[in-house]
């Protein structure tokens, strides 16, 4: 690994860049392990623990250090969206000063683990293993623009299993007045915050864990924004709202991924081809 070393103004901006995220942290004792946690991410480490964060950074004081840097991440009590709102402030200008933004990208991110504990760990679908396992997951929403990405949204998914557990839900320090929503449901929260906030608009880009839901495409599409979404390779087509309907009552195509309602729709000969997307515009 080439590791460049950090230049004066380097070292400016991320003084800045700190300085703004820890304008957004509640409390001055937490600017310590932020600026631990922040450059510790920087460092050419094989592993990016807090264990081999605090050893490289305090060598004489690890254990000290480690035991901050594991109170900051877990159990400190300041705003994951706050701090995400201030990194999307300093980094989304930089990135508009190269490119417009081209797309948001809607995704799942699998984190393999071990035990039950961890909050959302349940065995499902894990894309770092591809296969179900032990792992929690994350849907993410990023705005891109062909020169870089930047992830403006992180909202772990809770499965029904941690949801029904009242009990377990409270060890784990899980909110009460959390309930269970699908991942489709959560990225389209995600896309309404991030449209509410002003964020410059893209084409909204997923696989098809969400091209295939209907509710998620039509709220994308009432936001005003134009998606390109998989689907399943067995999907069927619809026309146009403007083109000729079959008649009052017929029967809505088996797999069906049409936006509008079910009246509209009709199979299209070719549909289902692999790799097919669903246009946000029809």
């Known amino acids: 690994m080439t590791v460049r070393e950090f230049t004066q103004q380097d070292e400016q901006e991320f003084e800045e860049y700190l300085d703004a995220l820890g304008e957004v942290m509640n409390h001055e004792r937490r600017l310590l392990p932020l600026t631990s946690y922040c450059t510790g991410l920087l460092l050419p480490l094989d592993s990016k623990t807090m264990e081999a964060m605090a050893a490289t950074l ?7 250090l480690h035991h901050r840097l594991q109170n900051f991440i877990t159990d400190a009590p300041w705003s994951d969206a706050a701090v995400l709102a201030a ?11 190269h490119a417009p933004v081209r797309s948001w990208i809607i995704d799942d991110t699998g984190l393999p683990k071990k035990g039950r504990h ?11 293993l591809g296969k179900v396992d ?8 990023s705005v891109a623009n062909g020169m870089a990405a930047l992830p403006i949204d992180v909202r772990l998914y809770l499965p029904q299993a941690w949801t029904q ?5 409270q060890q784990a ?4 007045d959390i309930t269970f929503a699908t991942k489709p449901t959560r990225a389209l929260e995600q896309i309404r915050a991030a449209h509410a906030a002003g964020v410059p608009a893209g084409v909204v880009l997923g696989d098809e864990a969400f091209g295939a839901n209907g509710p998620f495409r039509r709220g994308v599409r009432a936001l005003g924004l134009d998606y390109a979404l998989g689907v399943p390779a067995a999907s069927r087509s619809c026309p146009p709202p403007t083109a000729a309907r079959p008649a009052a009552g017929a029967a809505r195509p088996a797999h069906c991924q049409c936006a509008n309602s079910p009246a509209c729709c009709r199979a299209q000969p070719g549909a289902g081809s692999p790799g097919a997307t669903a246009p946000g515009r029809r």
């Open 58 to 64: 305090a060598p004489q004081r690890t254990l000290a």
């Open 87 to 97: 990194v999307r402030a300093q980094v989304l200008p930089a990135m508009l000063k």
């Open 118 to 128: 961890s909050v959302g760990t349940a065995r499902q679908y894990c894309g770092q």
């Open 134 to 141: 032990n792992c929690q997951v994350l849907v993410t929403l």
């Open 165 to 169: 557990d009242a009990q377990r839900c």
């Open 173 to 176: 320090g899980v909110p009460l």
